[in-house]
């Protein structure tokens, strides 16, 4: 067990809709990371967040966006979704960049 | 901008083999950082090591061990006696100082044959 919880665990939905994914991160860590695994992608950085503040931006669509509140779970708000978006989402929370990642057991999102 | 390649896309071995996984980075940074991760069937990401710049030792742990040369900037891990549990997707990272993204490699594909 990472100490990173995810959920949901499995999301269907079809192409159009908007989803929230959630993240909890493991207890004292101040970053989260969001990921994006597809099949043709690999593994994308998406954004980083630590201690509520944006810290990088990886290869994030316009139509995704997410935050750090002040518990310092973290959302990923996923809009207009197309097939493409189909994907496995990790979370992972950390601390500096000399610092491991853990890792949640992703979302699974599947676009009808 | 930092890069991570993982040329070999999947490998096959039979039970009990040796087998390395190779890994080559590319940083402008003096300071950076390394990690081994890895993804079995189930799905989840499992950190295994990590090894920043200014520590080139070579680490063992059981049958893993890793070797850092800076020189050719690779990574590599090697898998003694390899078992079917061995079986995954093993991803090369790199993170360069503060608090910056880490990139991935492709990952490797390891399947180990009974």
């Known amino acids: 067990d990472s100490g990173v919880t995810q959920t949901p665990k499995h999301l269907i939905t079809a192409t159009g809709q908007r989803v929230t994914l959630r993240c909890s991160p493991r207890s004292g860590d101040l970053s989260v990371y969001w990921y994006q695994q597809s099949l043709d992608q690999g593994l994308q950085f998406l954004i980083q967040y630590y201690n509520g503040e944006e810290r990088a931006k990886g290869n994030i669509l316009e139509r995704f966006s997410a935050q750090q509140f002040p518990d310092l779970h973290s959302e990923l708000n996923l809009s207009s979704l197309e097939l493409g978006d189909s994907a496995l989402y990790f979370c992972?929370?950390?601390?500096?960049?000399?610092?491991?990642?853990?890792f949640g057991d992703g979302t699974r999102l599947s676009i009808l | 901008a930092q890069k991570v390649t993982q040329a070999q896309t999947e490998i096959s071995v039979v039970e009990k083999e040796d087998v390395t996984l190779d890994c080559v980075y590319e940083?402008?940074?003096?300071?950076?950082?390394l990690f081994w991760y890895k993804q079995p069937p189930s799905g989840e990401l499992v950190f295994l090591i990590r090894?920043?710049?200014?520590?080139?030792q070579n680490e063992i742990s059981g049958r893993y061990s890793w070797n850092f040369q800076k020189s050719t900037s690779s990574f590599n891990f090697t898998i003694t006696a390899s078992q079917v549990v061995d079986s995954a997707v093993y991803f090369c990272a790199l993170s360069e100082a503060g608090y910056q993204k880490v990139t991935f490699g492709t990952g490797t594909k390891l399947q180990v044959i009974p």
């Open positions: 090894r920043n710049s200014f520590d080139e």
């Open positions: 992972a929370s950390g601390g500096y960049s000399n610092q491991p990642q853990h």
């Open positions: 940083t402008r940074d003096t300071t950076y950082y």
